[in-house]
């Protein structure tokens, strides 16, 4: 079983290239978060989704985008990268609210 | 803000020993608590979820309590395994957060053979 697929696993890019990370889901869960974890921070919500052609900011959404063209699929761009972004990403989804999040293996960005 | 704390921030213990994880929140109208586990490397598998109405959540040898009223939840770990070792997060979810966690930074456990 799939469940929540990343792409890429791994990238390196320069200050202020763009990239998109891709997050798939094949559970048909309504619900879809980007979350960030950084060393002795955690993990922070930056955006998520409460249905298909729904987002909404969660804790640091600066500097990113999101877009949630196909229930399936949550896509989180970086427009310009910048160093501080920098980090381990992970996609979540859950069936609807109060439910279990089930996440992705991540997505490990590092921005020279 | 609502914070989660969890405390110490690595463990370790030797096998065969039952063990307690801890986690505390400022603010108690919570909607959930979940306790997820981090392997190296990897993401977060969902271990429990407790409703606010409930008191505790069982699995195999691990079992939740939620002590909202005192911002407490514990995991307990019967009969503890080197395969055990891994980083255990809670999370909440508070009321009209929409599904939204707040994380605690987590606990490292390593079980000695």
């Known amino acids: 079983n799939a469940g929540v697929t990343q792409t890429p696993k791994f990238r390196v890019l320069k200050t202020g290239q763009s990239m998109t990370l891709l997050c798939a889901q094949d559970?048909?869960?309504?619900?879809m978060y980007w979350y960030r974890q950084d060393p002795g921070m955690g993990l922070r919500l930056i955006h998520y989704?409460?249905?298909?052609?729904?987002?909404a900011k969660g804790e640091v959404p600066d500097g990113y985008n999101v877009s949630r063209l196909k229930k399936q699929n949550f896509l989180l761009g970086l427009e310009s990268a910048a160093p501080s972004q920098t980090s381990v990403y992970f996609c979540a989804s859950s069936s609807y609210d109060n439910q279990p999040q089930h996440f992705g293996d991540g997505t490990r960005l590092s921005i020279l | 803000k609502q914070e989660v704390t969890q405390i110490p921030a690595a463990l370790s213990v030797p096998e065969g020993e039952n063990l307690v994880l801890n986690c505390s929140f400022t603010?108690?109208?919570?909607?959930?608590l979940q306790w997820f586990r981090q392997d190296p490397g990897k993401g977060l598998t969902s271990l429990l979820l407790i409703q606010s109405s409930q008191r505790e959540q069982t699995s195999g040898r691990l079992n939740a309590s939620l002590d909202k009223s005192s911002g407490r939840s514990t995991l307990y770990i019967a009969a503890s395994q080197p395969g055990d070792s891994a980083t255990y997060l809670c999370?909440?979810?508070?009321?009209?957060?929409?599904?939204?966690?707040?994380f605690g930074k987590g606990i490292t456990l390593s079980v000695r053979p």
């Open positions: 603010d108690s109208a919570i909607y959930n």
């Open positions: 989704s409460v249905g298909e052609g729904t987002t």
């Open positions: 559970m048909n869960h309504e619900y």
């Open positions: 999370a909440v979810g508070y009321t009209g957060a929409n599904s939204k966690l707040t």
